[in-house]
């Protein structure tokens, strides 16, 4: 499967990251198995100085121009799925392989352009975590956000609207969570995984969970149009 494919492609990527930031480009003069820090003109621009250019005034924030790019990003994987033939076809393959084909669309090429496209968003995450959070390259620096982005999509129902507010919605419970542990520390951020773990739990069983009886309703109402 393409999925479980990926994921053990990870672990190579990983080992050989770590094999390189520890062996070959790691910083000498520091203890932890890091790169030198990058200058300042390396960093992704941040979101106060955006706004102070254009003439607004807002307080201390890590948010930078990541945020800009992401909501591009999702506008642009909308545009291209609902909106053009290489989605069309792609929809096509996701939703039911065997009619695509009798369609002339080819799976593979279709497979291929998918990874592609979601390889290039990923990587526009490990972009902002260094030049706009670490300014250097860490050990496990994405902290196992790919896996988060797969639970991102499930709630989202793999739209990119959805996945856009339902990443808002991680990103507040983890940050708040974060933040919450400092001023409570009886809370710990580990019940914010827990109440993401629910939500998760919810949003993929409710999908199959009452359709049969909203099918059920629906066809109910529509025959009693018809007869009356």
Do not use: C
């Not at 050989?16 to 790169?35: A, E, F, H, K, S």
């Not at 033939?85 to 393959?93: L, P």
């Not at 919605?169 to 995984?193: A, C, H, K, W």
């Amino acid at each position: 499967h393409v999925v479980i494919t990926t994921i053990m492609f990870n672990f190579i990527a990983s080992a050989l990251m770590v094999y390189l930031l520890v062996d070959v480009i790691r910083d000498r003069r520091q203890m932890g198995p890091t790169t030198e820090a990058l200058v300042k003109e390396q960093w992704l621009p941040m979101f106060k100085n955006i706004a102070a250019f254009f003439g607004f005034k807002v307080g201390y924030s890590p948010l930078n121009i990541s945020f800009l790019l992401a909501i591009l990003a999702s506008f642009g994987v909308w545009f291209l799925i609902w909106r053009t033939k290489w989605g069309y076809e792609m929809r096509a393959v996701g939703h039911n392989t065997q009619a695509a084909v009798y369609a002339g669309i080819s799976p593979k090429k279709n497979i291929i352009l998918a990874m592609i496209i979601s390889g290039a968003l990923a990587g526009m995450l490990g972009v902002n975590e260094i030049l706009g959070v670490h300014h250097k390259i860490l050990v496990n620096f994405p902290a196992g956000y790919g896996f988060t982005g797969i639970a991102v999509a499930l709630m989202g129902r793999n739209h990119p609207i959805g996945i856009f507010l339902a990443a808002l919605l991680f990103g507040m419970l983890y940050q708040g969570g974060s933040e919450v542990t400092f001023d409570m520390p009886n809370i710990t951020r580990y019940m914010f995984v827990a109440v993401q773990g629910v939500i998760i739990l919810f949003s993929g069983a409710l999908e199959n969970l009452f359709r049969p009886q909203i099918e059920s309703f629906f066809v109910n109402t529509m025959k009693r149009k018809v007869i009356t």
